[in-house]
C-alpha cells in the first residue's frame, strides 16, 4: 500500500460524547474494518478497563484478514522499569501483533503534567519502547502533542522521537492531540522530521479541533508521512478525530495514492454506516463522499447540466465510493428536476412535467416541502400517467373532539371515499387517541376490504412544524409523516393553516403511496 489506514475507532473514537461501544460492538466494527482492507485496528488500552480486557481476550480468536490489531497505553511512569508497570504488562498480556506507545512531547506536559524531567520522560520512551520490542512486537510510537511540543522546543520534541527510535520503534506517529496546528505549520514540523529521521516511517494523527483534521492529514502525507490515523465518520473526543471516510478517498481519488484493496473503496458509504448504526447514531447526511446529500442535486441550472454531463457538477463519480446521485425536487426547481426524478423512479416521459413543476412551486410558496417526501413527489408524477387510478378519492371527512363528562377527552373521525375498485361509496366511523389517529383508524377501515395490505402499514414518526409563529394559533402548520411496511419507508408532508388537513393530506398521501407503489415492490 502506499499509504496505510490506521484506524482509532475504537479506542479514540469512543471517547466522543454519547458513544458507549459494547464487546460486542468492538468486535462488529473490528471485522468491519478488516473487511473494508486497513492496515490497523487500534482496539483499545487493556490497562483501562475491564471492557477493553475482554475485547481483546475474545480478539484472540479471531482471524484478521488484512488489519493487524494494535492494543494502546502509555510509556512507563516516572522512576519506574518498564517490567513493573501494569499498564505495559497489560499490553503485552493483551498479545496483539501490534503494540502503540503513547508518550510525552511537549515539555509542558513532561513538567506540569507528567510531573518529572526533561532527562527521564525521554528515559521512558526509550525504554518503554525497547521492552515491547523485546516482546517481538512491532511498535508504533505516538508522539502525543507532537506539533504543540515542535512549537514550543523543536530540539526537545525531536529528542522525544530519538528516544523512540533508539528504543527500537518500528514508526513514529505526530499527534495534533489539541486539534489546534494550521496546514503548513503541519507540513513544515512534518518536513523537519523526515530530514532528522529519514530512515523511519512516519504518520499523522489529527483532531478536529480548528475544522482542519482532514486537511492536516493531506498535508502530512504531502510533506512524506505514510500512515494515516483516524476513525470512521470523525467520531473522537471534543470535535473528533481525522474522518477516514473523506481522507481514504481524497488520498485515492485526488492523490492516487492506494490505501485499500482494488475495488474496496466502493464499500466505503456502507462501512460509515454501518458503524453509525452500531454506535447508535444518526449517520450524517451531509457528510462528504458518505452523506446521502453529498452528491443531491437540487438546483434547477445544475440538474439542467447534469443532464447533459453528469460530471458537470459533481467532483467524483459518486458510485467509486458506494453512494448514488439524487436528484431533489423543490421550489427552486426546474423542468430538468421532475423529469430527472420522473427518470429515477422508471416513470418514463412526463408530458405535463411544466405543470407539476408549477404545482410544486405552488404548494412549497403554501408550505409544503417535498425534499424530505419524495412519496409525495412520487405520487404527483404517477398521477400524470394516462393509466394511473388512484385507489381511492376522499369526498368528506371529519374529526371531532370532546371532552365529555365523566369520560375524559374523546376523539372520533369520519371519512366518505369513492373507491374505484370496488366502484362504491365507502362511509365509515372511527375513534382514537386524537383526531389524526381517529382520521387514521376511519381510512384504514374503510379500505382494508379491499387493500388487505394496509394492515402492514405501520406509521413511523409523525413530525409538526410551525412555519409563521408570528401568527400564532392561525400559523401555518407543515406535517410530515413516515411509514413503513416490511419491505421500505417513505415520508409525505402536508400543509395549512388548518392543522388537521395538513394531517390528512399527508395521511393520505402515505396511505395512496403504500397502496399504488409500496405493497407492489
Known amino acids: 500500500m502506499d499509504i496505510l489506514i490506521y484506524d482509532t475507532t475504537l479506542r479514540d473514537g469512543s471517547q466522543r460524547e454519547g458513544i458507549s461501544l459494547t464487546v460486542n460492538d468492538k ?38 484478514k488484512t488489519a493487524k490489531l494494535a492494543s494502546f497505553g502509555m510509556t512507563c511512569r516516572p522512576n519506574t522499569a518498564p517490567a513493573d508497570d501494569a499498564n505495559l504488562r497489560a499490553m503485552v498480556d493483551a498479545a496483539t501483533p501490534v503494540v502503540t506507545l503513547v508518550g510525552k512531547t511537549w515539555t509542558l506536559h513532561v513538567t506540569d503534567v507528567l510531573q518529572t524531567t526533561l532527562d527521564e520522560n525521554l528515559r521512558l520512551i526509550r525504554e518503554s519502547a525497547a521492552f515491547i520490542k523485546a516482546q517481538g512486537r512491532e511498535v508504533i510510537y505516538d508522539a502525543e502533542h507532537f506539533f504543540d511540543g515542535y512549537r514550543a522546543d523543536a530540539a526537545y520534541a525531536l529528542a522525544t522521537l530519538r528516544a ?208 424530505g417526501a419524495e412519496a409525495s413527489i412520487e405520487l404527483m408524477l404517477r398521477r400524470q400517467q394516462p393509466d394511473y387510478r388512484a385507489p381511492f378519492e376522499m369526498l368528506d371527512f371529519m374529526a371531532v373532539v370532546e371532552h365529555r363528562e365523566g369520560r375524559g377527552m374523546f376523539a372520533e373521525a369520519s371519512v366518505k371515499l369513492r373507491v374505484p375498485a370496488g366502484g362504491e361509496i365507502v362511509h365509515t366511523v372511527a375513534d382514537g387517541n386524537g383526531p389524526v389517529n381517529a382520521l387514521d383508524f376511519a381510512l384504514r377501515k374503510a379500505l382494508r376490504p379491499l387493500y388487505p395490505a394496509i394492515d402492514n402499514f405501520q406509521l413511523e414518526d409523525y413530525k409538526v412544524r410551525i412555519l409563521d409563529s408570528d401568527a400564532g394559533t392561525g400559523a401555518t402548520t407543515r406535517v410530515m409523516i413516515d411509514t413503513a411496511n416490511h419491505v421500505q419507508r417513505w415520508s409525505t408532508v402536508g400543509a395549512g393553516t388548518n392543522i388537521i388537513e395538513a394531517s390528512w393530506l399527508a395521511l393520505a398521501d402515505a396511505v395512496e403511496y403504500g397502496i399504488t407503489v409500496a405493497s407492489s415492490q
Not at 41 to 62: L, M, Q, T, Y
Request: with cysteine; hydrophobic share 45%.
Open 164 to 371: 523512540a527510535v533508539a528504543g527500537g520503534a518500528d514508526s513514529i506517529t505526530l499527534c495534533d492531540t489539541n486539534g489546534g496546528r494550521l496546514p503548513w505549520e503541519i507540513e513544515d514540523a512534518v518536513c523537519a522530521v523526515r530530514a532528522a529521521l529519514p530512515n523511519t516511517s512516519i504518520g499523522i494523527h489529527a483532531h478536529n479541533d480548528s475544522e482542519l483534521a482532514v486537511a492536516n492529514s493531506l498535508a502530512a502525507v504531502r510533506a512524506g508521512c505514510n500512515l494515516v490515523q483516524g476513525t470512521i465518520n470523525g467520531y473522537g473526543e471534543r470535535c473528533g478525530n481525522a474522518n477516514l471516510c473523506a481522507i481514504i478517498p481524497d488520498l485515492e481519488m485526488k492523490l492516487n495514492l492506494r490505501c485499500v484493496q482494488p475495488g474496496h473503496l466502493a464499500r466505503l458509504m456502507g462501512l460509515s454506516h454501518a458503524v453509525a448504526e452500531i454506535a447508535n447514531l444518526a449517520p450524517d447526511d451531509h457528510a462528504a463522499f458518505v452523506g446521502r446529500s453529498a452528491f443531491a442535486h437540487k438546483g434547477g441550472i445544475h440538474v439542467a447540466a447534469q443532464r447533459r454531463n453528469a460530471m458537470s457538477y459533481q467532483h467524483l463519480d459518486p458510485t467509486l465510493v458506494g453512494n448514488e446521485a439524487r436528484v431533489l425536487v423543490s421550489e427552486l426547481s426546474g423542468k430538468g428536476n421532475v423529469l430527472s426524478k420522473a427518470e429515477e423512479l422508471n416513470l418514463g416521459d412526463v408530458e405535463n412535467a411544466k405543470e407539476v413543476l408549477q404545482q410544486i412551486k405552488e404548494l412549497e410558496a403554501r408550505g409544503f416541502h417535498f425534499e
Open 27 to 64: 468486535l462488529r466494527v473490528a471485522r468491519l474494518l478488516d473487511e473494508f482492507g486497513v492496515a490497523y485496528i487500534e482496539g483499545g488500552w487493556p490497562g483501562s478497563n475491564p471492557k477493553d480486557v475482554e475485547f481483546f481476550e475474545r480478539a484472540k480468536a479471531v482471524k484478521f
